[in-house]
T-cell receptor
Framework: SQQGEEDPQALSIQEGENATMNCSYKTSINNLQWYRQNSGRGLVHLILIRSNEREKHSGRLRVTLDTSKKSSSLLITASRAADTASYFC????????????FGTGTQLKVEL | NAGVTQTPKFQVLKTGQSMTLQCAQD?????MSWYRQDPGMGLRLIHYSVGAGITDQGEVPNGYNVSRSTTEDFPLRLLSAAPSQTSVYFC???????????FGDGTRLSIL
């Protein structure tokens, strides 16, 4: 499979805690993207980090990128019940021009 | 601004039937794509289009056809439905293939 991998597959935390999800990939990239999917809905783009960036912030989201290790992490700080969703990373498909390949996702559950 | 609209939201077919899943976007995006999402497998690219009149195969194209006669519309046709095509289908659009994608809310398809 050409898909990236996220870990953990599932994560359960208490409201107010931080949640960290990791993504690994196998090829060169020009950017890496993170998406959220609420149950029964389509994916929503969260943040894009370019290959020459190491860290990016958006509100309570912090994304890091380590191109030498071919990995990225998504940190959600001070989590809320509304953050309960699946989170996916996506990157350019190996040898596939401008197509995106999505990982298998991390299911996050934030409990009250 | 509706974004990406998919119809129908739910469909049940019998093996061997054909049908068309509709996708329309109002953002004047050149790039459109179809994915299927199965449990534990993330999103897999079926077909994509980089502009009107241009389509190409993704990772899992067998059993599906597409056409792109206008910038706005990108229908997905199941030629002869099989139980293995039971899945949730998502249409997405973006300005370019490796840029943030805008997703519809999906079509949940069951093949009996």
């Amino acid at each position: 499979s050409q898909q990236g991998e996220e870990d953990p597959q599932a994560l359960s935390i208490q409201e107010g805690e931080n949640a960290t999800m990791n993504c690994s990939y196998k090829t060169s990239i020009n950017n890496l993207q993170w998406y959220r999917q609420n149950s029964g809905r389509g994916l929503v783009h969260l943040i894009l980090i370019r290959s020459n960036e190491r860290e990016k912030h958006s509100g309570r989201l912090r994304v890091t990128l380590d191109t030498s290790k071919k990995s990225s992490s998504l940190l959600i700080t001070a989590s809320r019940a509304a953050d309960t969703a699946s989170y996916f990373c996506a990157h350019r498909t190996p040898g596939g021009g401008n197509k995106l390949t999505f990982g298998t996702g991390t299911q996050l559950k934030v409990e009250l | 601004n509706a974004g990406v609209t998919q119809t129908p939201k739910f469909q049940v077919l019998k093996t061997g039937q054909s049908m068309t899943l509709q996708c329309a976007q109002d953002m004047n995006h050149e790039y459109m794509s179809w994915y299927r999402q199965d449990p534990g497998m993330g999103l897999r690219l079926i077909h994509y289009s980089v502009g009107a009149g241009i389509t190409d195969q993704g990772e899992v194209p067998n059993g599906y056809n597409v056409s792109r006669s206008t910038t706005e519309d990108f229908p997905l046709r199941l030629l002869s439905a099989a139980p293995s095509q039971t899945s949730v289908y998502f249409c997405a659009s973006s300005s370019q293939g490796n840029q943030p994608q805008h997703f519809g809310d999906g079509t949940r398809l069951s093949i009996l």
